[in-house]
Structures are given as C-alpha cells and as structure tokens.
C-alpha cells in the first residue's frame, strides 16, 4: 500500500512540466500557499487526496533542485539520511552535465538510477540465468553513455 502511494506520488510530481510551472510562480506566493495549505491538514494522509499532491508539490517546488528525489515522497516513506545525502551528491553532479536544466536533469537521474537498474538491467539478469547465458549489455559501454549525456534532451528523438 505504501508503495502505491510513494508511486502515485511520484507520479504526480515527476510531471516536469508541473513542477517547472510551479517554479515560475514567485517564491513568496509559492511559501504562502504552502502555509496556508499546512492550516488545513490533509487527514487521508496520503498523496492520493487533491490536497496532498498539491502540498506534495508545493513543498518539492520550494526546495533546491538537487534536493528533488531526497524530499519527494518524504511524508509517505521512510528515506534514511544516508539515500538522500547519496540522492543529493548524484543530482548536483546531473545538474552539472545539464548545465542546471531541471528537467533534463530529472529525466537523466530517472535513466539512470531508476528505470535502468530497476527495471531493464533486472529483467535481462534474469532471463539470462534462467537459461544459463552470459549476456552483454551492448549499449551501456561508458564511452556511449557519456556520448549520450551531452546530447541535449531537445535534440533526442523520442521514439
């Protein structure tokens, strides 16, 4: 249940173009609303309620950009200090390489640390110990990678 929340989230709040959009609004109305959302506690708890995800986004939008994925989520799920000092260090280094481009920097920590080694590196290990085969990865050479990182996002065909 905890999982499907923290997703839900994420979800929401991985929306880009929300987040960009919210950090387009002036920084003193963003701090005013989320005070004044902070007076109607939101008693579902969750990030499932209208009033959750917006203070949700609320609360991510005020934060520095590195801090994205160490503060998301975090009334939901338990993150101990050691991931988010981890998530903080490797999201200032994608920022970096991003030139501070947030979203593209969101997209390329989601590559990365999310989706590659949760999902397709996972799934490929174990097809192949299944059938008792040694599979390379042909594409996550580091030169290709790195060739990849300094393209910029609007150039990538999406496919």
Not at 23 to 35: L, V
Request: glycine letters at 2%; hydrophobic letters at 40%; proline letters at 4%.
């Amino acid at each position: 249940m905890v999982e499907t929340r923290f997703s839900v989230a994420i979800h929401f709040i991985r929306s880009r173009h929300k987040v960009e959009l919210l950090r387009k609004i002036p920084c003193w109305i963003r701090r005013t609303a989320f005070s004044v959302l902070a007076l109607f506690p939101d008693k579902s708890k969750t990030p499932l309620s209208t009033l959750g995800g917006i203070n949700e986004a609320l609360k991510t939008s005020l934060a520095p950009k590195e801090d994205f994925y160490a503060i998301v989520g975090d009334g939901f799920v338990y993150k101990p200090d050691a991931f988010k000092d981890w998530t903080r260090f490797r999201m200032k280094e994608i920022l970096k390489t991003c030139n501070n481009n947030f979203r593209e920097a969101i997209v390329r920590y989601d590559l990365y640390y999310n989706t590659l080694a949760d999902n397709f590196m996972v799934k490929v290990d174990r097809a192949s110990m299944a059938h008792a085969l040694e599979v390379r990865c042909p594409f996550l050479d580091y030169r290709l990678i790195e060739f990849e990182s300094k393209i910029p996002v609007k150039m990538e065909s999406k496919l």
